[in-house]
């Protein structure tokens, strides 16, 4: 995963300490089917992740990661979770914890594609017919492919 520029800058005045984030993920639907990209850093299939910019809204970033990885442009039709994930520790020894906020998102145009070097592969796939996926992955699916009125929220 390509780390932004402002994450570069605040590691050189803290190392490898924890930092704390706000991510995005993107679960897009289309004719009962889910766009997965197979991620460069672990090899495994996920949903859409992605990391906001300094003062980005999270609907902007989230319409930002696909577009940067898949190619294809989306809208967010409604946050569909808000938790936090667990910490965690980055093959270099960074420490990280994020914010997440998941979408569930509808494609508005383009044809999904490999479009930087976060994925190895981007693919629809049926929903009787996933790939593996993390735990995380699959909460957030299952919440988005839920008709709930509200977003889900973890509590402690």
Known sequence: MA???FILDLREHI???PLWLSGVTAVLVEDGRILLNRRSDSGRWALLHGIMEPGEQPADAVVREVLEE???TVRPERITSVHTLP???CANGDQVQF??????????AGTAHVNDDESLAVEWFPLDA???LSVNDTLL???ALEDAPSP????G
Request: proline residues 9%; hydrophobic residues 50%.
């Open 141 to 143: 699916l299952g919440k």
């Open 87 to 89: 910490a965690s520790v």
């Open 70 to 72: 898949t190619g294809v």
């Open 3 to 5: 780390t932004p520029k």
């Open 99 to 108: 914010l997440n906020v998941a979408f569930r998102c509808r494609l508005l």
């Open 15 to 17: 190392g490898h300490a």
């Open 152 to 155: 889900w929220f973890a509590l």
């Open 130 to 132: 996933l790939p593996p």
